[in-house]
């Protein structure tokens, strides 16, 4: 799947960052630049973030009448410390409501790919013991 899906990231009380979401071949590739939350007006060139399926724990997808969340649960915090406005190991991605199907779709492939990840690793851990 090579679908780029639209979302903003509260950074700050002032700031947002603003980007496209990704997944090919067991990775998500985050694209986004910081934004002035006044202004609109870019604050830092464009971003281009790489995570690979075994950097996530799991993915989680929230949804209210207003917007959708995808939020990211990060195995280590080098990988979310690269996104502007995680919080612990947290990556919280805000999705328009009209992205929603396409939002559960991708959701639903990243916590797929993450499963079969953890269930080869722990088929791995039990054969070598």
Known sequence: MNESLPFTIDVNDFDYAS????????KL??????KDGF???????LKEIEITLQQLEKVVLKSNFF????IL???DLK???QVPG???NLIKLRISKKHAIQAKKIAADLQLGISEIQLQN????????
């Open 19 to 26: 980007g496209l979401l990704s997944l090919k071949d067991q």
């Open 29 to 34: 590739f985050l694209q986004m630049e910081i």
């Open 39 to 45: 202004t609109d007006e870019s604050k830092t060139d």
């Open 67 to 70: 917007r959708v969340k995808i």
């Open 73 to 75: 649960y990060a195995n």
């Open 79 to 81: 990988v979310a410390k």
């Open 86 to 88: 995680y919080q612990n």
């Open 122 to 129: 722990a088929q791995n851990n039990q054969t070598s013991s």
